[in-house]
């Protein structure tokens, strides 16, 4: 199982990005695919859910209306549209897969990609 992750960079504040997660081994349909993310010197958090059985996608607080996630089953590829990017978004940012549950709890995600840097900055 593979999970990558990648399209971050260097953006100037209220700009967009968009990350991938492209993920072999798994039959995606079947996982709820997290994002999350970890600035330095800070734990890493949940952002969003999309959960596998199309249900709307769980954001945090922090991203809700700003991000939006978007499932591709059938090119085995997630989607996180980060729109109105603020310096507060600059972490390292990750996905990840699960097979049991869904949300925002770390420990119930099997499988995680390698991570992308994403810096706000003007």
């Known amino acids: 199982v593979q999970l990558q992750a990648y399209g971050g960079g260097s953006v100037q504040p209220r700009k967009s990005l968009r990350l991938s997660c492209v993920v072999s081994?798994?039959?995606?349909?079947?996982?709820?695919i997290g994002w999350f993310r970890q600035a330095p010197g800070k734990e890493r958090v949940g952002l969003s859910c999309a959960r596998p059985n199309g249900d709307d996608p769980y954001y945090d607080d922090a991203v809700k209306g700003r991000f939006a996630v978007l499932r591709d089953n059938a090119k085995n590829t997630v989607y996180l549209q980060m729109n109105n990017l603020r310096p507060e978004d600059t972490a390292v940012y990750y996905c990840a897969a699960s097979i049991s549950s869904s949300g925002f709890d770390a420990d119930v995600y099997d499988y995680w990609g390698q991570g992308t840097q994403v810096t706000v900055s003007s």
């Open positions: 081994g798994l039959s995606l349909g079947e996982y709820s």
